[in-house]
């Protein structure tokens, strides 16, 4: 997989390309693994 790399603010005048972690998807009130009570959400009607 290629490399993620981002433009760093290094102070004024200063900026760099650098090596970036991916970032990771997180959803709030999950776990990592997923949870049984996330199977079962619906989405609302049209």
Aim: glycine share 14%; no cysteine.
């Amino acid at each position: 997989m290629a490399d993620n790399k981002g433009v760093v603010y290094l102070g004024p005048g200063k900026v760099a390309v650098q090596d970036l972690g991916y970032p990771k998807l997180e959803v709030p009130g999950e776990s990592p693994t997923g949870s049984a009570s996330s199977a079962k959400r619906r989405t609302p009607s049209s």
